[in-house]
């Protein structure tokens, strides 16, 4: 039988089988030593169900998932990692309408105390578009693995990204348009909370919705989160973005991941670009 402490060599139970397989992450290089890996996923002209315009709000799985890596790869024994901050930050004239692999090649930064610093560049057809950090920090291991339910979505050339992210777009409220995130278990980490990627990629929406609305034309250029306590996916969890500042040439929103509870379980903002 395979415990806690076993399984834990084998992978970042953050970034779970069941993520890279809804989202068509491939490890490409790994070295557990060093503490590189290089990993890739398909982007195909997703749009923002919103507005309906490109985004690159699924490139945060990406980041997420090779930063959380090598940070996994640095934990002390008998423990695991947790995102505690994640940031992507894209040149928007490279990303207009992303539509293949991209390569996040990741590795380290510093040294490791309480937490853990990666850092990653993002290479779309032989160019670099941007990079992305992941700070980690470290839990006791001692939780009980959730099992992994079978795959229940079918992936196909007409799968939508709110297919990929479980969500919903739901009627406005205080000129607000609330995303909703749906209960989906193969969207979830191991310890049964949303996918801190998956959760990046739903704030970058809302915010960008947000900043767009009604013009549109900002592209995103960054996005920086913080994760502030575990957000679970039920009735009411949702994404809801705010414009802080839209001006002729430049965009700021922000954005919350409210759980479950009513709780804001994770920050954002987003700084676009026309």
Known sequence: MTGVDDRITEYDLETPDSIQVRFGIECLASDENEATVTFSMPMNRFRNPVTGVPTIGPLAVLVDAAGGMVNHYRRPNGQWTVSSELSVEISPDDTGDLDGPVIASARTLGSTGATSLSICTLTYRGTIIGGGTVRSFFIP??????????????????????????????????????????????????????????????????????????????????????????????????????PLRVGRNTGVGDAQAIGDDGKVAITARVTAYR
């Open 141 to 242: 291991a001692d939780g009980v693995l959730i099992k992994r339910p079978p795959e229940t979505l079918r992936r196909s050339a007409e799968t939508t990204l709110s297919d990929l992210m479980a969500l919903e777009v739901r009627p406005k409220a205080d000129g607000q348009v609330p995303l909703g995130q749906l209960v989906d278990p193969n969207l979830n980490n191991d310890i049964g909370i949303v996918h801190g990627g998956v959760a990046a990629a739903g704030l970058e929406l809302a915010a960008s919705a947000a900043i767009n609305s009604p013009d549109g034309g900002l592209r995103t250029g960054s996005l920086r989160v913080n994760f502030l306590r575990p957000f679970f996916a039920g009735a009411q969890s949702r994404y809801v973005g705010a």
